[in-house]
């Protein structure tokens, strides 16, 4: 009987035994699984990233659907404006980007202002440079003056770059695609910049320059910089990337210039939006060209596959009563009217293409001999009508040329003129109204 314990003893220990092997045994056929799933994941990420192309010069962008609104806040010689975003789906990483730049902006100065006392003034400026293709891109500035003479201050620059789909910061390398062959870019580009500022700095006035400075030592610090992986002093626009080489001086790289290395415009692209609204951002804007389009008081972009429409208003009366709003109004009621009736043919004939484009400014003007002040509205623009066809292979490229042109000053008009080609232009027409009742007036 003894030995039949035993043996039923012995059966159970070894019964035992070889089910903890199987389980230990599946366990760690499961984590290979697992890692080898997670390597496999990890691997199609990064042929992905290889795979990011860079920017299609007859390609179209679209603003992020994102509101971004302006806060102040203001403590004895401290004034401070930060910026705040308003739209995405994940709103745990909306707070986080918000509080982030709230953040930033209240603390920038700290680092070289630490005693208050010792300065007059401090003021802080957030500035959005990039809202498009589910990335953004701040620079936050800060002044201080330590005395009235004007000389002495201080000043400096935090930059915040974010990928929407993540939350996370992008680094310098990312801008790129992965074959860009960033230092020669980073050394060009440097040298351009660096040459730039020292002429700018030492030209006297009689036009002659007398010291340059040791530009290749610059250059060689700064793809050194680069090497070390210590380029995070950077922000960006729709058409160029600036870094930030001291307190006086940007480097500016080209988008354009490098466009086949630039990845931003698709690195971060979803096939599911992101934001909970789909109508804040323009759509279908051209690559490498900024949009100023929301500095007008009343804008219409629209690109569809047979009509562009590019519609923009300007008022400016010096006041902002009832009539002046009645008549603002009543133009943009006429505007959306031509908008909708530019639809409808477009709909209704599929092979041509139609181009609604004007610029409309309306200001208070005087006139003497009269005794009287009267709004001068000033139209310029057109509509056109051409094939399909024509469009994409004669007009569309004039567009893209116009809107990649601007480099700075007055807000651009987005008229574009199609004469050589249509052979027929834009028109400029001037009515006046009384400001009064909106009546027509002759002058």
């Known amino acids: 009987m003894f030995k039949t314990i035993k043996s039923r003893v012995i059966f159970v220990i070894v019964f035992c035994l070889i089910c903890i092997a199987i389980t230990t045994g599946a366990i760690i056929y499961k984590n290979i699984e697992i890692d080898e799933t997670e390597g496999a994941k990890k691997e199609e990420a990064r042929l992905q990233e290889d795979t990011v192309k860079g920017v299609n010069l007859k390609g179209t962008y679209n603003q992020n659907d994102l509101s971004i609104s302006e806060k102040r806040a203001t403590k004895e010689k401290i004034e401070i404006t930060f910026c705040q975003i308003?739209?995405?789906?994940?709103?745990?990483?909306?707070?986080?980007?918000?509080?982030?730049?709230?953040?930033?902006?209240?603390?920038?100065?700290?680092?070289?202002?630490?005693?208050?006392?010792?300065?007059?003034?401090?003021?802080?400026?957030?500035?959005?440079?990039?809202?498009?293709?589910?990335?953004?891109?701040?620079?936050?500035?800060?002044?201080?003056?330590?005395?009235?003479?004007?000389?002495?201050?201080?000043?400096g620059h935090k930059f915040l770059n974010y990928d929407l789909?993540?939350?996370?910061?992008?680094?310098?390398?990312?801008?790129?695609?992965?074959?860009?062959?960033?230092?020669?870019?980073?050394?060009?580009?440097?040298?351009?910049?660096?040459?730039?500022?020292?002429l700018q700095n030492n030209l006297s006035g009689d036009m002659v320059v007398s010291n340059y400075g040791d530009v290749e030592?610059?250059?060689?610090?700064?793809?050194?910089?680069?090497?070390?992986?210590?380029i995070t002093e950077f922000y960006f626009s729709p058409t160029e990337i600036f870094i930030q080489y001291d307190n006086d001086t940007l480097i500016t790289i080209n988008m354009q210039e490098y466009s086949d290395y630039i990845a931003i415009y698709n690195r971060y692209l979803t096939n599911e939006s992101i934001y909970e609204k789909n109508d804040i951002g323009n759509k279908n804007l051209y690559t490498l060209a900024e949009?100023?389009?929301?500095?007008?008081?009343?804008?219409?972009?629209?690109?569809?596959?047979?009509?562009?429409?590019?519609?923009?208003?300007?008022?400016?009366?010096?006041k902002e009563d009832i009539a002046v709003e009645t008549f603002k109004q009543q133009k943009i009621n006429q505007i959306e009217k031509e908008i909708e009736n530019i639809k409808h043919l477009a709909y209704q004939n599929s092979d041509n293409f139609?181009?609604?484009?004007?610029?409309?400014?309306?200001?208070?003007?005087?006139?003497?001999?009269?005794?009287?002040?009267?709004?001068?509205?000033?139209?310029?623009?057109n509509t056109y009508e051409m094939t399909?066809?024509?469009?994409?292979?004669?007009?569309?490229?004039?567009?893209?040329?116009?809107?990649?042109?601007?480099?700075?000053?007055?807000?651009?008009?987005?008229?574009?003129?199609?004469?050589?080609?249509?052979?027929?232009?834009?028109?400029n027409i001037d009515e006046y109204f009384n400001p009064e009742t909106g009546e027509k007036i002759v002058i």
């Open 354 to 381: 139609y181009i609604l484009n004007y610029n409309i400014y309306v200001f208070a003007a005087d006139d003497s001999g009269l005794g009287q002040t009267y709004l001068q509205c000033t139209t310029k623009g």
């Open 217 to 230: 030592d610059d250059v060689a610090l700064i793809i050194d910089k680069y090497k070390k992986g210590k």
């Open 291 to 318: 949009d100023y389009r929301k500095t007008y008081q009343y804008s219409d972009y629209e690109k569809e596959s047979n009509y562009f429409i590019d519609v923009n208003m300007l008022v400016v009366t010096g």
């Open 388 to 427: 399909v066809h024509d469009f994409e292979e004669n007009v569309e490229p004039i567009i893209i040329k116009t809107n990649r042109e601007y480099s700075g000053g007055d807000i651009p008009e987005y008229i574009y003129d199609f004469t050589d080609i249509l052979k027929v232009g834009p028109q």
């Open 165 to 198: 789909t993540t939350g996370e910061k992008i680094t310098f390398d990312k801008l790129f695609t992965s074959n860009a062959p960033i230092e020669e870019i980073l050394r060009k580009s440097s040298y351009y910049s660096l040459v730039q500022r020292n």
């Open 86 to 155: 308003d739209g995405l789906k994940d709103a745990d990483m909306q707070n986080k980007i918000n509080k982030e730049l709230e953040v930033v902006a209240i603390n920038s100065y700290k680092e070289q202002i630490s005693d208050l006392d010792k300065v007059l003034n401090v003021f802080v400026n957030t500035t959005n440079y990039s809202n498009f293709a589910n990335v953004l891109s701040f620079s936050v500035d800060y002044t201080s003056k330590i005395d009235d003479n004007g000389d002495g201050f201080y000043q």
